[in-house]
């Protein structure tokens, strides 16, 4: 074993689905919150 065998994470499937899962909904829910303060009318933009 080298000692980058005994340092690598291992991420099986279900967890790797998980972790896909989560980071999709936060980036969801990024683009609805970025879309939500930028599309304001021009007089309340300033």
Do not use: G, W
């Amino acid at each position: 074993m080298t000692e980058h065998d005994r340092f690598q994470v291992r991420v099986n499937d279900e967890q790797m689905a998980r972790i896909n899962i989560e980071a999709s909904a936060a980036l969801a829910e990024s683009i609805d919150l970025y879309r939500r303060t930028t599309t304001s009318s021009p007089s309340t933009r300033y």
